[in-house]
């Protein structure tokens, strides 16, 4: 009998208990008192019918008195039993001696069902309220009840279940190396303890969001050949103070048995947060108890020989020092965003299975995608192909993949009218993005620029293209950067002679790089080579850095004085390039206006025939 057969058994065995405890409770509670209720008289009938020498048998008890009467009077009166209520009569026994009655006591006394009963219908709402409530949330959170909750909820994997191997990673050779030479160790120990090696306690996977931390993880379980344990961090904590630390304790006695093991822990923070940044008020003590008995697992008293602990996490800057340190986790893997020979690795592994068109260059995929992860880089792909079946066609095509990367970046396109008038400030907002991008030498070529909003909330964007990674970035290359922003807000005013608040998020993206300009890189005269910002200011998750809090008013002061200045001469460089190439600046909003999307070439080919050569402007 298999376990859904028992489960079925089970089932069908605990209703009937159930429907059995429901006929008792019918027959003790609604038949029985009607049958009393049925054959009862008063005391006073009772009392005529001795008189009279009616009654046969008289049984006494403390709660009634039945009696039965004579066969002759039988037909008169049916049926021939009843009972009355008892009152204090003293003179009862020796009038029933007197009329010749044969009578008798009998103590009251429930019999084993009603006994049994009077027990279990006071206990049948609470094993109702049991198995409906708490039962039912114990399996919703992965126990299997009040006895397991201390249970780790740690899964073993092996390669058969994962699928996944290290060919099917892209872009991570690096890391792969380092993950190699732990499985390596597991199986062949002696090979590295006969020059003193020691097999790394920890191994911490960071890294930004989609980098393919946890698909290293599967994939070094389908590559290890020994017991791969896995569990998230948020299982260890639950809302009982001491599951955490209990569940942890016995993980790694399961790890222990299995030894040589890894045990992969993914999003570690959320177990593992520096105890320094918590305070008094905010203390978690389920949380800390939890930690300590991860630190103490990791590298207490007693040594955990053939444990390898695998952690993934893109917060490594709020983790406990403890936690990192020599001893625990050894070795730390930085997962960085794939170069651009990753990226046509990655895309060639996930097209594995899409069929493509002969104008589909994976290399060209490859160079313009630069800053994507690998997640955004499997998206594309699925985008691509989806949009290639609903245009019904049989491959699917450079023009998807184009499409499916302006979906990603900038979202669904929405079938929306704009008025002629805003249709034309977009025209020419969007044409002054494109047009300073052209001009200027330090940027990224334009690779198209559309007026169609979108659901991100643009009405338009330009979309450019690096042609390869970018590592560092020059002073001169970040001014260039802050007029393309204020391209559109230059195009409104030259236009125009006004402004729109269109280029609010221009505002914030060219304020982010001016003040990270003064207060990170240094790059202004006034401030000098200082750093005015906090160490933990900026992570993968994208936090804004904070400026430190120890500096005087009159350098916050400064640093404002330094944004502004460098924004507004940035602007000033978009006005006077548009104001002189005013033609090109015309052609390109005519040709938005008209067509709604404009390709880079187009607006490469209308900046070499209108526009002027851009003068170098002093900023």
């Not at 203390?283 to 008293?301: A, H, P, V």
């Not at 990170?520 to 160490?535: I, N």
């Amino acid at each position: 009998m298999d376990k859904r057969q028992q489960r079925r058994v089970g089932f069908s065995l605990g209703y009937f208990l159930i429907a059995l405890l429901i006929v008792w409770a019918i027959q003790a509670l609604f038949i029985q008192p009607f049958v009393v209720r049925q054959t009862e008289v008063p005391y006073s009938r009772f009392l005529e019918d001795l008189e009279t020498g009616k009654i046969d048998e008289v049984s006494l008890t403390d709660a009634r008195i039945l009696y039965t009467l004579k066969q002759e009077d039988e037909e008169e009166r049916l049926p021939s039993t009843y009972n009355t209520v008892p009152v204090e009569d003293p003179d009862l026994v020796q009038r029933l001696a007197d009329a010749g009655v044969i009578f008798s006591g009998e103590a009251l006394e429930q019999s084993f069902f009603e006994t049994l009963l009077s027990w279990l219908l006071p206990l049948l709402p609470f094993a109702l309220l049991y198995f409906f409530l708490f039962r039912r949330m114990m399996q919703a959170g992965g126990g299997a009840g009040v006895m397991s909750i201390g249970k780790s909820n740690a899964r073993e994997i092996t390669g058969e279940m994962t699928g996944v191997k290290f060919k099917d990673v892209g872009g991570l050779d690096e890391v792969e190396v380092e993950l190699k030479e732990i499985i390596e160790f597991l199986k062949d120990p002696q090979r590295f303890s006969r020059l003193g090696a020691k097999l790394p306690k920890g191994v911490l996977l960071v890294g930004p969001p989609g980098t393919g931390k946890t698909l290293l993880a599967r994939a070094t379980a389908g590559e290890a050949g020994v017991p791969f344990f896995s569990i998230s961090g948020s299982d260890f904590v639950e809302m009982f103070v001491g599951v955490g630390a209990a569940r942890v304790r016995d993980l790694f006695e399961q790890a222990k048995k299995r030894a040589p093991v890894i045990v992969f822990i993914d999003e570690v923070d959320a177990i593992g947060q520096s105890r320094a940044t918590v305070g008094a008020i905010a203390t978690n003590d389920e949380r800390e108890q939890t930690l300590n008995q991860l630190l103490s697992e990791m590298d207490g008293f007693e040594a955990n020989k053939g444990v390898v602990i695998m952690a993934a996490t893109n917060r490594p800057e709020v983790l406990d020092k403890a936690l990192l340190r020599p001893g625990r986790f050894d070795r730390q893997i930085q997962v960085t965003l794939p170069t651009e020979k990753g990226r046509r690795q990655i895309l060639a592994i996930h097209s594995q299975e899409t069929p493509l068109a002969d104008d589909v260059a994976l290399d060209r995929l490859a160079q313009i995608t630069a800053g994507f992860s690998g997640a955004d880089l499997a998206n594309i792909v699925n985008e691509a192909a989806l949009l290639a079946v609903r245009h019904d066609h049989l491959k699917v095509t450079m023009d998807d993949f184009d499409l499916a990367i302006e979906r990603v970046v900038a979202g669904l396109q929405r079938k929306m009218t704009l008025k002629p008038e805003v249709k034309k400030r977009v025209a020419y907002h969007e044409g002054g993005h494109a047009l300073v991008a052209q001009l200027l030498p330090g940027t990224d070529p334009v690779h198209k620029v559309s007026i169609i909003p979108t659901a991100k909330g643009a009405l338009g964007y330009t979309l450019q293209m690096p042609e390869e990674d970018t590592y560092l970035l020059s002073k001169a290359e970040l001014e260039q950067r802050l007029a393309v922003m204020l391209g559109g807000r230059a195009a409104e005013w030259v236009v125009f002679g006004d402004r729109s608040t269109g280029a609010s998020n221009d505002l914030e993206r060219a304020s982010d790089i001016a003040r990270r300009m003064v207060t990170e890189f240094g790059m202004t005269d006034a401030l000098g080579p200082v750093r005015y910002v906090t160490d933990a200011g900026m992570g993968y998750l994208g936090a804004v850095s904070q400026v430190r809090s120890d500096i005087s008013p009159e350098t916050a002061e400064r640093i404002n004085e330094e944004m502004r200045r460098i924004v507004e001469e940035a602007e000033a460089q978009a006005v006077k390039l548009l104001t002189g190439n005013l033609d090109a600046l015309h052609e390109v909003a005519r040709v938005l206006y008209l067509e709604e999307v404009i390709s880079g070439d187009d607006i490469c080919r209308i900046a070499n025939e209108k526009a002027k050569s851009p003068e170098p402007v002093a900023v």
